[in-house]
C-alpha cells in the first residue's frame, strides 16, 4: 500500500510559475515509474510527465520546454517544477506511482492560470 500526498499548485498568473510537490508513504527507490498526470475540466486525465529509474524523464509536447520532474529519494519526494504557465494550463494535477503492479494516486491538486 502505498500513500501519495499531494502539496503545491494554487493560483497564478499567466507567465508565472508553481511547484507541486508528491510525497510517498514508502521509500520511491523502489517505485521505477512515478508520473503526473491532470484533469482539465470536461476532459479524460491526460499524461503531463514521467520519471523512470535512472533519471530518465518523458513529457508531453505541451508542457516539454516549460516543465521538469524531478525526485528526493531521501525525501521520498517528486517534484514538478512549471514556469512559463499558461491559462490551457489550469487544470487538476495528480501524481501517480506504480508499485507492486498497482497504480497509486494523490488526491488531486488544482492549479488555476488567469490570463
Known amino acids: 500500500q502505498v500513500q501519495l500526498a499531494e502539496s503545491g499548485g494554487g493560483l497564478v498568473q499567466a507567465g508565472g510559475s508553481l511547484r507541486l510537490s508528491c510525497t510517498a508513504s514508502?521509500?520511491?527507490?523502489?517505485?521505477?515509474?512515478m508520473d503526473w498526470f491532470r484533469q482539465i475540466q470536461g476532459r479524460e486525465r491526460e499524461f503531463v510527465a514521467r520519471?523512470?529509474?535512472?533519471?530518465?524523464?518523458d513529457y508531453a509536447n505541451s508542457v516539454k520546454g516549460r516543465f521538469t520532474i524531478s525526485r528526493d529519494n531521501a525525501q521520498n519526494t517528486m517534484t514538478l517544477e512549471m514556469s512559463s504557465l499558461k491559462p490551457e494550463d489550469t487544470a487538476v494535477y495528480y501524481c501517480?506511482?506504480?508499485?507492486?503492479?498497482?497504480?497509486?494516486w494523490g488526491q488531486g491538486s488544482q492549479v488555476t492560470v488567469s490570463s
Open positions: 514508502v521509500s520511491i527507490d523502489g517505485i521505477t515509474v
Open positions: 520519471s523512470t529509474g535512472g533519471g530518465k524523464a
Open positions: 501517480r506511482a506504480l508499485y507492486g503492479g498497482i497504480a497509486y
